[in-house]
């Protein structure tokens, strides 16, 4: 990726999301419990990172993240180079409580990238698993029928059990771009007339989390 574009917050995810896994969950157990699986942890909206020294990390180890506090969703993020990368959500109390300690911060996932606390292909995944858990946490019921949903996938849809609808992230537009050279870029197929009138942007639709710009 341009190095130019891997200096902006959310853009760069290394994951590889394997979907296929997403429902093996003797899988997904033998992954959680690899040496070197790794954890964002959220308490609410605020990210947990952990301090070695001046060193900030924003992956723990998943079987330490019960040690932070009561772990209300674990996510299936994905596989970064074969290391599998989870999501866990604490109790929103918990922030408090843990931003009193040396050897953790607290702190919003905004603040990370604008301040590039942490690595950037590491960046774009905290942006993924804070919209998802978000998704999960107001959508706790059945848009059918009323009924209590729960997660399923590993965090990718909900179920309810009472009328069996699915429920997935919605698709947001969140690619917004500027047409600057309109003859070479999005306005190519337009006419003249209609690339001056009808292009000042180009809006695209996509699924949740970050995206790759080349
Ligand atoms: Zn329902």
């Excluded at 419990?33 to 990390?57: N, T």
């Excluded at 009323?146 to 690619?175: I, L």
Aim: proline residues 6%.
């Amino acid at each position: 990726m341009n190095d130019r574009f891997s200096k902006l917050g959310y853009v760069t995810n290394p994951l590889d999301r394997r979907a296929d896994l997403r429902d093996q969950a003797d899988a997904l157990k033998k992954l959680r419990a690899q040496k070197d699986a790794g954890a964002l942890v959220f308490a609410g909206d605020q990210s947990i990172l952990k301090r070695e020294g001046e060193a900030l990390h924003g992956l723990f180890a998943p079987h330490d993240v019960s040690a932070l506090g009561s772990v209300r969703a674990t996510l299936f993020l994905g596989l970064h180079d074969e290391r599998p990368i989870f999501a866990e959500e604490i109790e929103a109390e918990a922030a408090e409580r843990l931003s009193t300690r040396d050897d953790l911060m607290v702190i919003d996932a905004r603040s990370i990238a604008v301040q590039g606390l942490l690595p950037a292909p590491l960046i774009g995944p905290l942006a993924e698993a804070k919209a998802l858990l978000h998704w999960h946490r107001k959508h706790q019921f059945c848009a059918a029928c009323g009924a209590p949903s729960r997660v399923s996938s590993a965090g990718w849809k909900r179920v309810c059990d009472a009328c069996t609808a699915e429920h997935f992230p919605r698709t947001d537009p969140v690619v917004i771009m500027l047409a600057k050279r309109l003859k070479r870029r999005c306005a190519a197929k337009l006419s003249k007339k209609r690339a001056c009138a009808q292009a000042p942007c180009a809006i695209s639709l996509r699924s949740l989390g970050p995206f790759p710009l080349r």
